[in-house]
């Protein structure tokens, strides 16, 4: 497995499989980031979100829509998406550090708490969900 820095960075695909990106860890950032590289575009998120969404999840106790939504974009209640973004959640607002490209938290975390053998997700072309391991 990759060691998820900038140099070995983890290779993953988007729930329905259709694209790869890439994520690494940030440790000199502040906080630490989560980067998440699209093609030509770099999305950032606080590096917390792994444990903090896993946390979340195991209090779910089932499977959660993912719903991932652009920054601009309302996103769907209930989903992995709305979380992220939600001022109840631990960091009481966005995962997402970059203005302009916060969102879609519901499309790159869960393939990435996936492969750290943290969650389970769906791989449908539409309508994937996650749930707690």
Known sequence: MA?????????LKTPPGS???????????????????????????DFRAIADLHAWLVKQADWVALGAADEKKDAAPHTVEAW??????????????????????????????????????THESRNNQMRAR
């Open 19 to 45: 694209s790869e990106y890439t994520m690494y860890k940030d440790d000199q950032a502040d906080p630490p980031t989560l980067v998440c590289q699209v093609g030509s575009t770099t999305l950032k998120y």
């Open 84 to 121: 992220g973004r939600s001022p109840d959640n631990p960091v009481g607002g966005w995962y997402g550090l970059r203005n302009g490209y916060r969102g879609r938290f519901g499309m790159y975390l869960p393939p990435l708490l996936e492969m750290l053998g943290l969650a389970e997700v």
């Open 3 to 11: 060691q998820g820095t900038k140099e070995d960075p983890w290779v």
